[in-house]
């Protein structure tokens, strides 16, 4: 089984910056791509941040530009540093990795941390 531990989450005034963290841990051969949702109340869940295992990123347009997507290949941990944080951007945080369990398999499969909350105060 794989395990992802989101954290970083917390009460921030809009304008302000977090940074949360999201580690894997467990059996796999390797993970491929790693991605930050989010859900807020009465909301469909929705993807935030994707980043590859090369390294390509890719962002939602309401976050671009003010969130940053990064991940540490040797440690299984990807992260999302937000700045000028809106109140729109409220909402549970959900880690997500899409993984290989053996070498010879071209077959992924994924895995979600808890999720951690933000709240952005006016």
């Known amino acids: 089984q794989v395990q992802l531990v989101d954290s970083g989450g917390g009460l921030v005034q809009a304008g302000g910056s977090l940074r949360l963290s999201c580690a894997a841990s467990g059996s796999m051969f390797s993970i491929s791509a790693m991605a930050w949702y989010r859900q807020a109340p009465g909301k469909e869940r929705e993807l935030v941040a994707h980043?590859?295992?090369?390294?390509?990123?890719n962002y939602a347009d309401s976050v671009k530009g003010r969130f940053t997507i990064s991940r540490d290949n040797a440690k299984n941990t990807v992260y999302l540093e937000m700045n000028s944080l809106k109140t729109e951007d409220t909402a549970v945080y959900y880690c997500?990795?899409?993984?290989?369990?053996?070498?010879?398999?071209?077959?992924?499969?994924?895995?979600w941390g808890q999720g951690t909350q933000v709240t952005v105060s006016s």
């Open positions: 997500h990795a899409e993984f290989r369990r053996r070498w010879y398999e071209t077959s992924r499969y994924d895995s």
């Open positions: 980043i590859t295992s090369g390294g390509s990123t």
